[in-house]
């Protein structure tokens, strides 16, 4: 039971964090923060996972789990920035979310027209797992075409044949 769980939590952090032994205020904010995340209570999940992250900035656990809840509420700039700070402290298991942040927010880009910026973050996928070509090629595709498309109706040509060329698999 969730609810019952941040109970507990918050019996425990009435005390303020930074006060509590160092193990037990960051692990009762992560529990809280977690439970708050399945209930999808984003935002209270967020603050906990952020108030963890100013007690100890290289919390890898709270990295993700902030980047989580930023991905499930469509902060995609905001998930990026966590997961990839926490890949790049090499956690293993920030890839993976890592790459779908990429791709979600590369959907939001071809959907508002940002096209380079839809291209950059599949590259970006693509860079962590080539193995998602079969997954990621044909979004790639699209935005190139779209973007080479833009290009020509502007009469940038020689841009244009260069992104429309990359649609040619």
Known sequence: DYEAAITDFDSVLKQKPAEL?????LRALMGRGTAKKLLKDFDGAEADFTV???LDPNHTPAM?????????????????????EAHDLAAPEAKELL????????????????YPGAIDDLNAALALDPTLDK????????????????LFDNK???NALEHLNKVVI
């Open 52 to 54: 963890v992250l100013e």
């Open 99 to 114: 790459m779908k942040a990429h791709r979600k927010r590369a959907e939001v880009r071809i959907t508002s027209k940002d």
């Open 64 to 84: 993700i789990g902030r980047g989580e809840v930023r991905l499930a509420s469509g902060d995609y700039d905001g998930a990026i920035t966590d997961l990839q």
């Open 135 to 150: 997954e990621i090629n044909p979004l790639l595709a699209i935005a190139h075409a779209l973007y080479g498309k833009e």
């Open 21 to 25: 032994p160092p193990l037990v205020g």
């Open 156 to 158: 940038d040509f020689k």
